[in-house]
């Protein structure tokens, strides 16, 4: 998913996108392509090598969030590979291109598919036989406060675009309404992977899970303590991005604390917000003086500033 980390109408750098407004004044902004590892019912991410979104050498064209898609896949998808990796991805991605360049690197992808944005698959799946090409059931949940009815239509093998050497993809949609028959939500899916009705409702929430990356990535890093969007700088060169990784590095070694060290959960046991554990760290590193070895989780901690 994209995101931007720094905007201005005045202050800009050679490395700043633009965007022109109807009011004449212009929008400077810098953006970054930021691949996260998330695990369908698991709150933790794992952040990995931003693709910085940025005017690239002999190109014309503003780049664009599609574009370093493609130049991240190009040059880390061979290091996943190997590990049966799903590549998830909003509406933006569900283009041939991108999907069949993830094929070509022996990764798996689940992408959001819009009706409004692909009008050739809706056009089949309206034409298609309800009772020989789609598949549909339903199953009804308690909530724990009321009950809510899923709805799960899948077929395989539908085109994803008009043409002979259209990509055949394998789509889903699931539909949420509540006791009253009023959807409350709705969403389709488009993938390389097999649908059936076992594995269904785990590929549906396998493909939601890429809300993580937004909810669990990009909003801790601006509303949690990291100051994601703050100036720290454009300098000459990448002094920006130079920064910006050193704060996806500081919340990766976070995470990774999280996961291994009995001393840091304990410590965010008693301290889960994040701005209250950064502000007593930043206290007890200023004052005293610790021996690393016997404190050494407050090393990475103090990354984050």
């Known amino acids: 998913d994209g995101t931007w980390f720094f905007s201005s109408k005045k202050i800009h750098c050679q490395n700043c996108l633009t965007k ?3 009011d004449g004044t212009t929008t400077y902004y810098h953006s970054a392509l930021l691949p996260v590892v998330v695990v369908p019912g698991s709150s933790r991410v794992i952040p990995l090598a931003p693709e910085f979104i940025r005017p690239q050498d002999g190109k014309e064209k503003q780049d664009c969030e599609n574009a370093a898609a493609k130049r991240w896949i190009n040059g880390k998808g061979a290091e996943y590979s190997s590990l049966g990796v799903t590549v998830l991805g909003d509406d933006l991605f569900s283009r041939q291109p991108v999907c069949q360049l993830v094929l070509d690197k022996n990764l798996n992808f689940i992408f959001v598919c819009k009706p409004s944005s692909h009008k050739w698959l809706s056009e089949w799946l309206a034409e298609a ?20 009815t899923y709805t799960y239509l899948y077929v395989n093998g539908v085109p994803l675009k008009d043409g002979e050497e259209a990509l055949l993809v394998n789509w889903a949609q699931l539909t949420i309404t509540n006791e009253q028959g009023a959807v409350t939500f709705r969403n389709s899916f488009v993938s390389n992977h097999k649908i059936t009705k076992g594995n269904v409702a785990a590929f549906i929430q396998a493909g939601r899970s890429r809300w993580k990356i937004e909810n669990e990535n990009n909003n801790t890093l601006k509303t949690k303590g990291y100051h994601f969007e703050h100036n ?7 002094l920006s991005e130079t920064l910006l990784s050193l704060n996806l590095f500081s919340f990766l070694f976070h995470t990774v604390l999280e996961i291994f060290d009995d001393k840091y959960r304990l410590i965010r046991e008693t301290l889960p917000r994040r701005k209250d554990f950064f502000n007593d760290i930043r206290a007890l590193t200023r004052y005293i003086c610790f021996d690393t070895s016997s404190f050494n989780f407050a090393l990475a901690a103090s990354c984050t500033f």
């Open 129 to 148: 036989d309800p009772v020989e090409d789609l598949h549909e059931f339903s199953v009804t949940k308690w909530t724990g406060k009321k009950h809510l």
């Open 20 to 22: 022109e407004h109807r």
């Open 232 to 238: 720290f700088g454009h300098g000459k060169e990448n």
